[in-house]
């Protein structure tokens, strides 16, 4: 059974992850880095191998989101998955069902700061052309543009939308569904990565103590990730379309703050486009 790690794209999920991995898995041997590969993306090429035909043709992958998952889960294991895919359905096939999944936490970010880390992420020219990208209700990350085309070779194509569908629909997952602010573990970390620790004790059935919770918030802070990076480099950095070059993954952390960094025009279209959402989550 799957318990997602579901969120927009720079809302925090590899910190999430980090903590999850840093609590659950305790070899000492790998840095908190390497301990990311046991929670691995969703979707990707080698979960549709010998299912179908054409990675590059969404109607069939879409059509094959449920057999893919089922094979994942015939070792009766359970296991987390990352995720940036929309909690959707195209031609009545779903993304994931209850029968596959046992329950997923969404991760949220106010979108005035999802927008800087969004920009030097895909390396966007500028704040209009990452504005673009987050009110694009057919946006694809990876080979899919809005014409289906396919356009990159380095990520299999996972539908987003845009960011109020995306926290509006994962918001419809019924099954052991929690919901996680960026923000709240940027400002009360122990009380909120307790709540995930009881929340995972629940489901996995184990005991998490307090001072392992502790421990791991240590492991995964953006700190020790970031020295991390620079000293063993990143497999998830992203490359620079124009240089080719590595980027740095972990980069402003908690420097990213909207008030400083983003222009006012840009900032009031992001208000206007998303007050209902941003209300809801007291960013308003």
Not at 20 to 37: A, E, F, H, P
Not at 168 to 186: G, P, R, S, V
Not at 199 to 208: D, G, H, P, V
């Amino acid at each position: 059974m799957i318990i997602w790690i579901a969120s927009y794209p720079k809302s925090g999920n590899t910190w999430l992850r980090a903590f999850i991995t840093s609590l659950l898995y305790k070899d000492k041997n790998l840095n908190s880095l390497d301990k990311l590969r046991q929670i691995h993306a969703y979707p990707l090429s080698k979960d549709f191998y010998h299912i179908i035909d054409n990675f590059e043709n969404f109607k069939e992958i879409s059509e094959n989101w449920e057999k893919s998952q089922s094979i994942l889960n015939l070792d009766k294991k359970i296991k987390f998955l990352k995720t940036h895919h929309i909690l959707c359905s195209i031609n009545n096939n779903f993304f994931t069902t209850y029968k596959n999944s046992l329950g997923a936490i969404y991760i949220v970010r106010d979108p005035r700061n999802v927008i800087t880390s969004l920009k030097h992420h895909y390396s966007l020219k500028n704040y209009d052309e990452a504005l673009e990208f987050m009110l694009d209700k057919d946006r694809f990350s990876g080979k899919l543009d809005k014409k289906n085309n396919y356009i990159r070779e380095t990520e299999f194509p996972t539908y987003i939308s845009n960011w109020n569908n995306h926290y509006k629909a994962w918001k419809n997952f019924k099954k052991n569904y929690l919901l996680i602010k960026y923000e709240d573990l940027m400002t009360n970390p122990k009380k909120k990565f307790k709540e995930i620790g009881k929340y995972l004790s629940k489901l996995l059935q184990i005991k998490i103590e307090d001072i392992d919770v502790e421990e791991a918030i240590l492991k995964s802070s953006f700190q020790n990730l970031k020295k991390s990076e620079e000293k063993f480099g990143f497999d998830e950095a992203p490359t620079d379309d124009i240089t080719n070059k590595k980027k740095k993954f972990f980069n402003l952390g908690p420097d990213n703050d909207w008030k400083k960094n983003l222009p006012n025009n840009v900032r009031k279209k992001i208000e206007d486009n998303f007050s209902a959402e941003m209300e809801e989550l007291n960013y308003l």
